[in-house]
């Protein structure tokens, strides 16, 4: 009876079609995850093509070791350092805002919130996410250094590093605080009942026991939330100023490299220009540099991680 089902010929039809289906669903789904490989490797086809064409014309050398940075002016030095001081000074101010702040919050909302509260919070930390980031930029020109920054900060100037690294850091706070929520709350239960069952009170089962254990996955966060700070344009742009200078002092109005590439590409050079090649050098450092991050962390959540 059973053999004669295998060589029923609707069976058999039935059997090929669900096949097909299954092909068609496989194949949809492997074209839906090469998307984000295939734009990768566009972007980075472009930005090789067209820096190659602006290192055709500035060596190497004068480009990461220069410190003036005066493309769009009529004596051009094409030293990149004054552009990737400022994403760097930018972004660790960035960090020193988002990480006590970000962690703070994790540690509460995983280890010490009430159910009730913890949605509440994570509400918030989600509208936090979600605000456009020109409303920042234009919130920490209009608001942060006037009022704050010039008042108490002497030597402070409307456009200045310290306002756009403190409103970046405001804006990636989620990104610290919901990633390592998530690697705190992976954490087994088990690693808090044996703390107890030893006697530990709660502040010694959180920093001695579940942030340890939570590490990997924290530091992860914390770099991939460097490299979203590096990469952002809108407040560098609107709150920092266009004045590529080389300088350490967050006082200082500074050019980020996302904001050279927003001034630029907005119009500010006729395309086929070494001005405009310049905006695809400058992107590929960075896009070098964010790559270099990821893979940083990447390493740390595999070198570090714990299986549980």
Request: proline share 4%; glycine share 6%; hydrophobic share 55%.
């Amino acid at each position: 009876m059973s053999r004669n089902i295998f060589f029923n010929k609707n069976f058999l039809a039935n059997l090929r079609r669900r096949q097909r289906a299954t092909n068609l669903v496989n194949s949809l789904l492997l074209a839906a995850a090469s998307v984000s490989f295939i734009a990768i490797v566009v972007i980075l086809g472009s930005l090789i093509l067209e820096s190659s064409i602006f290192f055709g014309q500035v060596s190497l050398v004068e480009f990461l070791t220069g410190t003036e940075w005066t493309v769009l002016f009529s004596d051009k030095k094409f030293g990149v350092l004054p552009l990737l001081t400022a994403t760097a000074l930018t972004s660790a101010i960035a960090l020193v805002v988002a990480i006590p702040a970000g962690l703070a919050t994790a540690i509460y909302l995983s280890e010490y919130a009430r159910p009730g509260i913890r949605g509440v919070i994570k509400n918030i930390i989600e509208v936090l996410a979600g605000i456009p980031t020109v409303v920042y930029g234009y919130f920490a020109l209009y608001f942060i250094s006037p009022n704050l920054l010039m008042r108490f900060v002497p030597g402070t100037g409307v456009f200045s590093a310290l306002a756009v690294g403190l409103m970046i850091g405001v804006l990636i706070i989620p990104i610290v605080a919901s990633l390592s929520e998530d690697a705190l709350y992976s954490v087994p239960e088990d690693f808090r009942l044996a703390a107890y069952s030893l006697g530990a009170r709660k502040i010694d089962v959180v920093f001695r026991v579940i942030v340890p254990a939570a590490l990997s996955g924290i530091l992860a966060a914390i770099i991939l939330a460097f490299t979203r700070a590096m990469g952002e344009t809108m407040i560098a742009a609107i709150a920092g100023g266009f004045r590529p200078f080389y300088s350490f002092d967050p006082r200082e109005a500074m050019q980020t490299m996302t904001s050279f590439i927003a001034q630029v590409a907005t119009g500010d050079a006729p395309h086929g220009t070494i001005e405009y090649q310049s905006i695809f050098a400058v992107g590929i450092l960075l896009f070098i540099i964010t790559m270099v991050f990821n893979l940083v962390a990447l390493a740390v959540v595999r070198r570090w991680q714990i299986r549980y």
